[in-house]
């Protein structure tokens, strides 16, 4: 099947935390960094799928704060001589910063983890799903 928006296409507007959809600057509100919008403003589409969507990009969050931050400290300070009261500071300061700094990119990249499994629910692929097979919608 081909489809009009590709999963290349959905990994490239996940990661620059634009709207899976038509690519848009439009996840967040305006002056409210944090704040999902309900739907794209450009589009249409549906931002925030169901009432726990956030339970994943919550899980996201702090699974890259763990693997790309606080491992890396902890091998630093085991193997690398890293000293253990910078490695603890390091590591309280960052436990803290790092999932509010990420937060963004997180609920862009869980939204983009759905679309990539499932890119037939986007709306822009809706005409390339054949009338003889389920949508699944
Ligand atoms: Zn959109």
């Not at 509100?29 to 009432?51: I, N, Q, S, V």
Request: proline share 7%; hydrophobic share 40%.
């Amino acid at each position: 099947m081909k489809f009009v928006v590709t999963r290349g296409q959905i990994v490239a507007r996940g990661l620059t935390n634009r709207c899976p959809n038509c690519g848009a600057r439009s996840l967040f509100e305006p002056g409210h960094p944090f704040t999902l919008r309900p739907g794209c403003p450009e589009c249409g589409l549906k931002l925030e799928r169901d009432e726990g969507s956030f339970l994943g990009a919550m899980s996201l969050n702090y699974g890259v704060t763990v693997c790309l931050y606080l491992v890396p400290i902890l091998v630093a300070y085991l193997f690398l001589g890293l000293d253990g009261t910078v490695a603890a500071v390091a590591a309280g300061v960052g436990a803290l910063g790092f999932p509010i700094l990420f937060y963004r990119s997180s609920r862009s990249w869980w939204l983009m983890n759905y679309y990539l499994v499932l890119p037939h629910h986007l709306p822009a692929n809706q005409r390339a799903v054949s009338e003889d097979e389920d949508a699944n919608t």
